[in-house]
Every structure is written in C-alpha cells, then in structure tokens.
C-alpha cells in the first residue's frame, strides 16, 4: 500500500457490482479516502441456465473462465467433478484458463488450479497469447462467460481450428436507480472515480444522465486496461489513470498517481 498516497478524505466512487466493492472500499479507506459505493451494474444468474449446466458436464479440453462472476455463477452448474481435489483425478479434467489474475484467484477459491493465467493483463486478448492456446486445432474449448460476451476470444479459437462453445451462466443489468438527489453531493465530495469495464462506464454515464455529464467527465478517473482507457477518452473523459495490476491494489496505486499529479 502507498503511505504517502494524498487521496486526504476526498471521494472515490466505486462504480463495480456491489457484491465486489467491499474489498476496493476498504483499500480506498485504508489509504485515505472516502469510498462512494455506487454499483452501475448489477450481476445475475442466467434465466435459462440448463444449456449451460449441460455443457459444463460434457468433456473438454480447455474450459476458459473470462470473469470471476464466470467462476461464481459457473461453478453453482457445474458438476463436482470438475474441481480438482485430492481424490480427482486431473489428468481427466479440462485444462482450466482465466483470463487474469483475479479470476484466477476465484478459481482458486473454488478449490480450482488454474493452468493457463496470462502473467500481465487480464483480457481475451492476453489469454489469446498465451502459447497453448496457439495451437488449439481440434480441441474442444468451452468459454465460460455472460450473456452476449466478447465475440474476439471465441472467434480467434475457431480461426485457429478449435471446436467452441459458450457457457453463459450469469446476466449483466443496468441498476434500476435514481441518482438525482445524489448529485449535488457527489459533485463537492467526489474526487475520483474508478470503473472496471467498458459496460461499467456507459452505465455510468447513462446513469448519471446528460445533463451532469461535464462535471463527471472532468472528474479523474481509474481504468484496469489500456481498452478501458481508450473506451473512457472516446466517451469524452479527461484525465484518465491506467492500473499496472488489474488488482484492487493495481486499482489504489493508480489512483494514488492520479493524486499525487494534480
């Protein structure tokens, strides 16, 4: 943690899914400001969740998990056989991808070691580097992920040879949520803003609504990938921090380059 960080009380608006930004509210405390939970996006099961539970119990070579929410809510279908305990057997089961390190972390936490985790960055792009998936020609590979995903990471792996399918085990919302009497609030405490996805941003944004939109867009934000800083300067943000890790850590170490640069 950086002990010299000056956030000095002032508000970070935590903008990820609630059940995830306990964690991120406590470094920010930690290193001196206010955490200002305000999810702009809410995570659900699958309706339809029996397609996904079906192809979760067939055989594959490699299963990728493109989201801790992917390991949460796929977990809850899979069959038990999947986890990889003292009694399993691994040679039998897929070789298991995250897309960064967090979601190999939730991997982890389900008693899961992840064999395929991209040493820096944390996207489709990052895990598509990766030399096993390479060459993929004639492996079954099933995508682990939410509803109407990224198409890049399936795409790629048919292209290269590979027989590709999609678990879709949880569902993304925008929060049904009436921010005006916030607002006058926010625009004195709020000093920083941090967001981990393109969709957290345009919810944000769309959220927040038009009128407010030059207060929000000249507030300092925080960005996990160099696609989420280009997305947050195309939508019209000013100043905009890139995490080294895509880490909570990652996350408090921008915010406070963020801080100590103004």
């Given at each position: 943690?950086?002990?010299?960080?000056?956030?000095?009380?002032?508000?970070?608006?935590?903008?990820?899914?609630?059940?995830?930004?306990?964690?991120?509210?406590?470094?920010?405390?930690?290193?001196?400001?206010?955490?200002?939970?305000?999810?702009?996006l809410e995570i659900r099961a699958t309706e339809s969740p029996e397609r996904a539970r079906q192809l979760l119990a067939e055989p594959w070579d490699l299963m990728l998990f493109v989201s801790r929410n992917a390991v949460e809510y796929g977990m809850k279908l899979s069959p038990a056989g999947l986890h990889s305990g003292p009694d399993s057997e691994p040679a039998r089961r897929p070789l298991l991808g995250a897309v960064g390190r967090a979601t190999a972390a939730a991997l982890r936490e389900q008693g899961l070691a992840p064999d395929l985790v991209p040493a820096r960055g944390f996207d489709s792009e990052a895990l598509l580097a990766l030399p096993a998936l390479t060459r993929v020609g004639g492996k079954r590979v099933l995508i682990v992920r939410g509803e109407g995903g990224r198409p890049l990471l399936g795409e790629t792996l048919r292209a290269r040879g590979a027989e590709v399918a999609f678990a879709e085990v949880y569902r993304r919302s925008l929060p049904d949520v009436d921010v005006s009497a916030e607002l006058s609030a926010w625009q004195a405490r709020v000093g920083f803003i941090t967001a981990t996805s393109d969709e957290v941003l345009h919810n944000l944004l769309q959220l927040i609504g038009g009128a407010n939109q030059a207060w929000l867009l000249s507030t300092p934000l925080v960005v996990i990938s160099d696609r989420g800083g280009a997305t947050a300067m195309q939508l019209g943000f000013r100043r905009v921090a890139v995490a080294e890790e895509t880490s909570d850590e990652g996350l408090i170490d921008a915010l406070c380059r963020l801080a100590m640069s103004r």
């Open positions: 943690m950086n002990l010299t960080c000056p956030l000095n009380g002032r508000g970070v608006l935590v903008t990820r899914p609630a059940a995830q930004a306990e964690h991120l509210c406590q470094l920010i405390r930690e290193a001196g400001g206010e955490p200002i939970a305000f999810p702009t």
